[in-house]
C-alpha cells in the first residue's frame, strides 16, 4: 500500500520563520501549504487542510489567538507544532483550545541558517503519541538540532536568563555608549580588546533584528522583570564596591562568579575565545587586503576543497589560513589567505582555475 504523502500547512508563511519552515518542506518531499496576511488560503484553511500544521506568527502575542481560531477544524488526526520564544501562553492556549497532538518549540536560531545542526531546540511535549515517531526522527533528527526536553514554565525562567537578557545588556550597552558622550563608536574600535570586539558584535546581532521583536521578547516572558531587577542590583553593588574602593568585595564577587561558572567551563571558554580571536583578527586584518580570498561551493560534495587547495599547491600559493562556514543548505563558505596578493599572476591563474571547477565559485 502506498504511503500517503504529508501535507505540511505553516501559518505565518510569509515571515522569516514561515519562509523556513516552508522551505524545509519541500526538501522533505511534503505538499506544503500556507497563509498568512492577505493570502488566498485563511489559517483555518490550512488547518483544515493539512496533516501538520505549524503555527510561526508574528507578534508572539497572536500565536494563542491563532490556536483558538483554528482549534475547531483541528481533529485528532492532525499534528500541531507552534513555534515561539515565549512557551507560558502559547502552552496554556493549547492544552485548552487543542484536542489533537500538539508540542511547542523553541528553536534557539536564526531563520537563517541552513539547518539546525548543533544547535539548541527546547521542546515542551503537550500531547505526543502515534506522532512521536515523526517528531524525533522525521523531523529533530533529521534537522540534527540539540534538543531539551522541558516544561513552558521551566523554559521561560531560563530564557530570561540566557537570551532577554544578553538582549537587554547589548541594547543597554549601546544607549550607554551613545548617551555617555565623547565616545564615537568607529573610533572606539581603535581602543579596543577582542573582548569588548566580540560584545560588540554580539550587540550588533541583536540589534540587527527586527525591533519590535525585540521589544516583544522582552515583554512578553513573565520572568524578565525579575531577572532586570537582579541585574541592576548586580551593577549597583558593582558600582557602589568601585566608588568606595572595596577591593576586598571586588575580588569576592569574582570568586563567587568563577564558582558558579566551574573550572572547565572557564578553561574551555578561554582555550574557544583564544581561538575565535584568532580566526577573527586573520579575517579582519585581512579583510581589506588583496590577500583574503573567499570561495564558496554550490552543493557540497566530498572533495571540493581538496580540488580548491590543489590549485594553489600545484601554482606553489602557499596558504596561511583556511576556515570553512556554512552558507546554505549544502552549501560552505572558505576563507583563504594567501602569501601575496590577488593581482600576482600566479594567484590569477590559480583563480582562473578555481573558476573552471564545477560547482564553485569565487566570491572575492
Known amino acids: 500500500m502506498k504511503k500517503k504523502k504529508l501535507t505540511l500547512g505553516v501559518i505565518g508563511d510569509a515571515g522569516k520563520c514561515g519562509r523556513w519552515f516552508r522551505s524545509w518542506g519541500k526538501r522533505k ?10 493570502t488566498m488560503l485563511s489559517n483555518r484553511d490550512v488547518a483544515r487542510g493539512a496533516d501538520i500544521i505549524i503555527v510561526a506568527v508574528l507578534p508572539m502575542k497572536n500565536a494563542p489567538l491563532v490556536i483558538r481560531e483554528i482549534a475547531p477544524v483541528l481533529g485528532k488526526k492532525k499534528f500541531l507544532i ?3 520564544s515565549v512557551k507560558t501562553y502559547e502552552v496554556r492556549a493549547i492544552r485548552r483550545e487543542v484536542r489533537c497532538e500538539a508540542v511547542a518549540i523553541h528553536h534557539f536560531c536564526s531563520p537563517t ?3 539546525w545542526r548543533g544547535q539548541n531546540v527546547a521542546v515542551c511535549e503537550i500531547r505526543l503519541s502515534k506522532w512521536r515517531v515523526w ?7 533529521d534537522l540534527e538540532a540539540t534538543v531539551t526536553q522541558t516544561t513552558a514554565p521551566k523554559h521561560d525562567r531560563y530564557t530570561s536568563v540566557t537570551q532577554n537578557a544578553p538582549h537587554s545588556i547589548s541594547i543597554a550597552l549601546v544607549s550607554m555608549m551613545r548617551t555617555l558622550g565623547g565616545v564615537v563608536f568607529a573610533e572606539s574600535m581603535r581602543y579596543s580588546s577582542p573582548v569588548y570586539r566580540l560584545l560588540l558584535i554580539g550587540a550588533g546581532r541583536v540589534l540587527s533584528q527586527d525591533p519590535r521583536l525585540l521589544a516583544e521578547m522582552q515583554m512578553t516572558n513573565p520572568n524578565v522583570p525579575k531577572m532586570l531587577r537582579k541585574l541592576e542590583g548586580s551593577i549597583r553593588r558593582l558600582r557602589v564596591w568601585i566608588q568606595e574602593r572595596n577591593l576586598h568585595r571586588i575580588l569576592e564577587e569574582i570568586a563567587l562568579d568563577q564558582e558558579y561558572l566551574g573550572t572547565t567551563y572557564i578553561k574551555t571558554s578561554s582555550g574557544f575565545f583564544n581561538n575565535l580571536n584568532s580566526m577573527m583578527a586573520n579575517i579582519l586584518a585581512e579583510g581589506g587586503s588583496e590577500r583574503l580570498l573567499v570561495v564558496r561551493n ?3 560534495r566530498p572533495g571540493d576543497l581538496y580540488r ?3 590549485v594553489f599547491a600545484r601554482r606553489r600559493i ?3 589560513f583556511i576556515y570553512s562556514l556554512e552558507a546554505g543548505h549544502k552549501s560552505f563558505r572558505f576563507f583563504f589567505g594567501v602569501d601575496r596578493d590577488r593581482s600576482s599572476p600566479e594567484v590569477q591563474r590559480a583563480l582562473t582555475a578555481v573558476r573552471s571547477l564545477k560547482g564553485i565559485e569565487i566570491e572575492r
Not at 518531499?29 to 492577505?38: A, L, P, Q, R, T
Not at 517528531?135 to 533528527?141: D, G, N
Open 29 to 38: 518531499g511534503y505538499k506544503v501549504i500556507g497563509s498568512d496576511v492577505g
Open 82 to 84: 507552534c513555534i515561539t
Open 113 to 115: 541558517v541552513p539547518n
Open 135 to 141: 517528531v524525533e526522527v522525521e523531523f529533530l533528527r
Open 298 to 300: 554550490s552543493d557540497d
Open 308 to 310: 580548491v587547495l590543489q
Open 318 to 320: 602557499n596558504l596561511f
